[in-house]
């Protein structure tokens, strides 16, 4: 059976998507209270909670990134495995674009392009490539096996609009950066886990 049909049938209603995201963010089935971690909890009506020892009442997703955008657990699952599948989800749920703080220090090598990099509030350190690839750990090295996997990947798209592509680039970087992992797995986790609002 096809993968992706496989996957449609485990999630085909929404009360089996719930199902199966629900087991990210309960470890092992155990419930425990949002705000105080107390595991001494019970079901109200629906699918709420409610902690024995502070009395909240939370639900699946309250206080986790899943609970912070209004989409179904079907949407959240499928946009997870769209992602896997290298598929852009991005497009089509026009999801928040993440940009690099300013005040971050940026390594590029001695491309006069990057010049600008310092106007927009980046600490720009340069290396040159003609007479050094590394500084104790300031390296480069690492770009350059970057970019031949991105553009790998990228030209599938027969082009890329440069609205969306400062996107596509931030998918780049999390797929390189993860290559060796599952990445269905890690972002049910990612999307599972507590917000910090700190």
């Not at 927009?120 to 007479?131: A, F, S």
């Not at 998918?171 to 797995?185: A, I, K, P, V």
Request: proline share 2%; hydrophobic share 35%; glycine share 6%.
């Amino acid at each position: 059976m096809d993968p992706v049909d496989a996957f449609h049938r485990r999630i085909q209603t929404e009360r089996k998507a719930r199902k199966c995201l629900r087991k990210w963010v309960w470890k092992n089935g155990r419930k425990c209270c949002t705000r105080c971690c107390s595991p001494r909890v019970y079901q109200t009506v629906g699918l709420r909670y409610r902690c024995r020892r502070c009395r909240y009442t939370f639900g699946d997703w309250t206080g986790r990134w899943v609970g912070r955008v209004r989409i179904t657990a079907t949407q959240w699952l499928w946009v997870l495995k769209l992602f896997e599948l290298e598929v852009s989800a991005q497009r089509l749920l026009d999801l928040t674009l993440k940009k690099v703080r300013r005040g971050s220090i940026v390594y590029t090598d001695k491309f006069r392009g990057y010049d600008s990099l310092m106007f927009c509030g980046y600490r720009h350190l340069r290396l040159d490539h003609r007479k050094v690839f590394a500084t104790g750990k300031v390296s480069i090295n690492g770009l350059e096996g970057f970019w031949s996997y991105a553009k790998q990947r990228l030209m599938k798209f027969h082009g890329v609009s440069k609205r969306y592509f400062p996107l596509y680039l931030k998918e780049m970087e999390f797929r390189y950066n993860h290559r060796e992992q599952s990445l269905f797995d890690l972002l049910a986790q990612l999307v599972t886990k507590p917000v910090s609002d700190r």
